[in-house]
């Protein structure tokens, strides 16, 4: 997926990123990431920020991880161990506005990180069937080039458009949704809605990720989530939520879509991560 990146791309970016056990699990194996990086290094984000392309590129992503109490850290730490190697080798590319070839590198960081993962779960017994699903953005100026497995998603409303979901759940129920044999309240309610069929790790042997690219304008917003988040909001709340200008008092944006997902569900981990380029 692709679109045309505006001539004059925006150059200013501002971010908001929460977790969230719920109400039901005692240990959240959720993780979001935010990162900054240039061609020699990579710098952690914090939750809630802003800045610009004249310090680099941008990572934005969220992690659910499964198989044990640890899986969660231990997946985010690899996939951050693998993106900051990666990833800053790639950056020169990036800043001579070379669109070719960051999707290559995203498909070889996610089937890095999967590699990991199976490792572990073959020589270590507290890992074997750890696994994770992981949904990653890598913004350039004028660009969001995105990877994803699993069931999270990533969805972007562009300046004045629709809302749309870029990725696709890596689930039965969402191929099934897809082919228009349930609806959104159908799939929710199904019982096999969990089911995954395709995850980084898990014992899983094949790995094909979802890659993409959208051109991005000044205005338009991307919402990274696990489905925490989506158990507890319907996607036209979505949309209203992430339009949203007016937040409620000492939210941000994140943390309005974690704290509601929670209060309207709350039976799993949630963790968001809202961008709007500026």
């Known amino acids: 997926m692709s679109d045309s990146s505006p001539t004059q791309p925006p150059n200013h970016l501002h971010w908001s990123g929460l977790t ?3 109400r039901v699990r005692q240990n959240n194996e959720d993780t979001f990431l935010c990162l900054n990086f240039d061609a020699r290094e990579l710098r952690y984000l914090g939750k809630v920020g802003e800045s610009t392309h004249d310090t680099g590129d941008f990572v934005f992503a969220v992690s659910d991880g499964m198989g044990g109490a640890k899986s969660g850290e231990f997946a985010s730490k690899i996939a951050v161990e693998k993106i900051t190697q990666l990833l800053p080798k790639s950056y020169k590319q990036s800043a001579q506005q070379i669109s070719a070839g960051h999707g290559d590198v995203l498909e070889e960081l996610f089937h890095r990180i999967h590699a990991e993962l199976l490792k ?9 069937g750890m696994g ?3 949904s990653l953005g890598w913004f350039t100026p004028g660009w969001m080039h995105f990877a994803h497995v699993g069931d999270s998603r990533i969805y ?8 749309k ?6 689930s039965q129920v969402g191929w099934m949704q897809r082919q228009g044999q349930l609806n959104e309240r159908q799939a929710r309610t199904h ?14 042997q094949s790995l094909t990720p979802q890659v993409g690219a959208v051109g991005c304008e000044s205005g338009d917003r991307f919402l990274f989530c696990t489905d925490g988040v989506i158990d507890g909001i319907w996607d036209h ?3 209203d939520m992430l339009a949203a200008n007016q937040l409620p008092e000492g939210q941000s944006h994140a943390r309005w879509f974690v704290e509601y997902a929670v209060s309207e569900s709350g039976r799993d981990n949630a963790s968001a991560v809202v961008v709007e380029l500026i």
């Open 237 to 239: 709340r979505v949309a």
């Open 191 to 204: 019982p096999r809605k969990s089911v995954l069929m395709q995850v980084l790790g898990a014992g899983s």
């Open 20 to 22: 969230h056990p719920g």
């Open 156 to 163: 972007w409303l562009p300046k004045g458009g629709k809302l």
């Open 165 to 170: 979901q870029l990725t696709d759940d890596h």
């Open 120 to 128: 572990l779960g073959r020589y270590y017994e507290e890992c074997r």
């Open 132 to 134: 994770a699903t992981l």
